[in-house]
């Protein structure tokens, strides 16, 4: 078999090439630059891609160039601790790494938290994954004006809230360490006016633009697929798994917002579903905070519970998931009655789609290398965890 196309996807200014290639890549590699806001920037994702007659018939995907270890060092630290190393896996979408594990920990105590604490992390949780669906659809440059701008109004919000633009380190075991005022909940609706606008703006730019053309029918994803590599969110909905924890198996505030968890109309399962179910669920999660909004106005209370100074959890063990803006993230945690977990390991939505592609890519035309991939979520830190 003759050699294969080294496809890397990332940023050659990022050095994220061997040393002495820093301005271009070696023979028989190509790079792709998939969009200045697009998660693929930060870290690296390499492909061997075998092809024939300028098609994909073989796919190979590399990791391993990123492994940070977190799920050792989660293990020699209390879990405060954990907490702040939580939202680092997944940068795009950083509380709901926090979230998984406080709610892993909660269930293994059986603690209950405030009301107020329920639907404040409801919200903070759709505000994160709008954030984390601009950033994959900032691909679409030519219908993408104002993602940006959005993306910087929405950190800002987080900056506002919680002292910190990208990692918030809002979680606590028991609550949240911040409250949201009436007029940081004021900012927040008049946030979800402009997403709503730029969901509009993104569904005429995929229905008329060119570039949505070459979008469809590319890289499709059936469900026997979906369910051989275990992939979830928007990329298993897309191609018409109904698979969503807030519907299905609902946590936080969920169950009293289902009406508003409305399924994506985009079911053919190839790249313009994809990001088309992207820009569906921009407006499901503004419907979302600005519920949770609303809400909020009129909830008094707390937003945690006081706990010790070192919070120590009973023997057992737990595996809790959310529904993270990628798909399903899971927490297994094991406790031996100690200050620090004895095992705490991870289920990351990213690498099971990135599995995938070994499949996906098969029969893609190396035209639409860049369409396919810039349609399927991953975040390296979430596969190289």
Not at 67 to 75: D, I, N, Q
Not at 303 to 331: M, N, Q, S, W
């Amino acid at each position: 078999m003759h050699e294969p196309l080294r496809v890397l996807i990332g940023s050659l200014s990022r050095g994220t090439l061997a040393a002495g290639a820093a301005a271009d890549p070696p023979s028989g590699t190509v790079l792709l630059d998939l969009g200045a806001e697009h998660p693929s920037q930060a870290g690296l994702l390499e492909l061997r891609l075998w092809t024939e007659n300028g098609v994909v018939t073989a796919a190979q995907v590399v990791v391993g160039a990123m492994h940070r270890g977190v799920e050792k060092l989660f293990e020699v630290r209390d879990y405060r601790q954990i907490l702040m190393l939580a939202d680092r896996h997944d940068w795009q979408a950083p509380f709901a790494g926090e979230l998984g594990i406080a709610l892993a920990c909660e269930q293994l105590l059986g603690l209950e938290v405030p009301a107020r604490a329920v639907w404040l992390r409801t919200l903070l949780a759709e505000h994160t994954r709008i954030l984390s669906h601009l950033g994959f659809l900032g691909y679409l440059a030519d219908t993408a004006a104002g993602i940006p701008e959005l993306r910087e109004r929405l950190r800002d919000q987080t900056l506002r809230l919680t002292g910190n633009r990208i990692h918030p380190m809002a979680n606590r075991v028991g609550g949240l360490a911040v409250d949201a005022g009436p007029d940081w909940l004021a900012g927040q609706r008049n946030a979800m006016v402009a997403v709503r606008a730029t969901a509009d703006r993104l569904s005429a730019g995929l229905a008329t633009s060119p570039r949505s053309d070459r979008l469809r029918s590319v890289a499709p994803l059936d469900a026997r697929t979906v369910a051989a590599y275990g992939v979830t969110g928007p990329a298993a909905r897309s191609s018409g798994v109904e698979l969503d924890l807030r519907r299905h198996r609902p946590y936080l505030a969920y169950a009293e917002l289902a009406e508003l968890l409305t399924p994506t109309p985009h079911t053919e399962g190839d790249a313009h579903a994809r990001l088309a179910t992207l820009v569906h669920e921009l407006r499901v999660s503004a419907d979302l905070v600005q519920a949770c909004a609303d809400r909020l106005a009129g909830l008094a209370g707390p937003v945690a519970v006081r706990l010790g100074k070192i919070v120590k959890l009973p023997e057992g063990e737990v595996y809790r998931t959310t529904e993270a803006p990628l798909g399903v993230a899971g927490v297994f945690l094991v406790s031996r009655g100690e200050k620090t977990p004895w095992r705490l390991k991870l289920r990351t939505p990213s690498f099971n789609q990135v599995a995938a592609l070994e499949q996906v890519l098969v029969g893609v035309a190396t035209r639409d290398l860049e369409a396919a991939l810039a349609s399927v979520g991953y975040v390296v830190g979430d596969i190289d965890r």
